[in-house]
């Protein structure tokens, strides 16, 4: 359990205690396995918002609640190294000048332009949930934190150091595989086939896109690791809607 409350420390926003024993780097490079069930409970403190203030309140209002109840749950952690990756790979540089970019902590015009479409999107599948589709509100955080899993472990890391090299180093295939069945497995039960679609989906998306920015620049960061959550969110929504009734 003391893994979990790293990952959830780690992860969230939630007033949580402080740990009694300072935590390893081992400890919180190796609480990466537990990251799926970080998303599943940030999903079941969605759903439960959804049930309850659907009757209350019109689509539009409900899913900007819901996009403001996760920025608030995650401290808008991904979205940072989400919006440091676009302006560094929308910068059309050169790889080195690419990573300089991203390591860069100001915000520059291609992360303003890409973070708006990315939340403009999100809002509006938000926005479009019934209550049949509620359950993809629990499969769309627990997905992300799996999926991005695959490029930490099976691509390289792009820099000679940095948080998520700890990540890439303490990955590890049978962990992978274990959760990945259960994760795909727990989509199914909540949404049927919906569910599956957006696993395999979200697992091809990522590697191509894994695969053409290691290309380019030579491997992935933590920043790209961060991208790659945010924009496993959304395309898991995307790619259920048209399978849900």
Not at 7 to 17: C, M, S
């Amino acid at each position: 359990m003391r893994g979990f409350f790293i990952a959830l420390t780690f992860l969230t926003r939630l007033p949580l205690p402080s740990p009694k024993v300072e935590v390893t780097s081992e400890e919180f490079t190796g609480s990466y396995r537990y990251y799926p069930l970080v998303g599943l409970l940030i999903g079941f403190i969605l759903w439960l918002l959804a049930k309850g203030l659907f009757p209350f309140f019109p689509p539009l209002v409900l899913g900007a609640l819901l996009l403001a109840a996760e920025l608030m749950l995650t401290g808008g952690l991904h979205l940072d190294g989400f919006m440091d990756s676009m302006d560094g790979l929308l910068s059309a540089r050169s790889p080195e000048r690419i990573l300089e970019i991203m390591k860069d902590s100001r915000v520059g015009a291609h992360a303003s332009m890409a973070l708006f479409g990315l939340l403009l999107l999100k809002f509006s599948l938000l926005a479009s949930l019934t209550p049949s589709k509620f359950p993809l509100l629990l499969i769309m955080p627990m997905l992300s934190r799996w999926v991005f899993q695959i490029g930490v472990i099976a691509f390289p890391y792009a820099r000679s150091q940095g948080l998520g090299k700890g990540f890439h180093e303490a990955a590890q295939w049978i962990t992978l595989l274990i959760s990945g069945a259960l994760v795909c497995g727990i989509s199914y039960l909540l949404s049927g086939l919906a569910g599956i679609i957006s696993f395999f989906v979200c697992v091809v998306a990522v590697i191509l896109w894994a695969h053409k920015i290691t290309s380019l620049i030579g491997g992935l960061t933590g920043d790209l690791y961060g991208a790659i959550i945010e924009l496993s969110e959304v395309l898991c929504l995307f790619t259920a809607f048209p399978f849900l009734h």
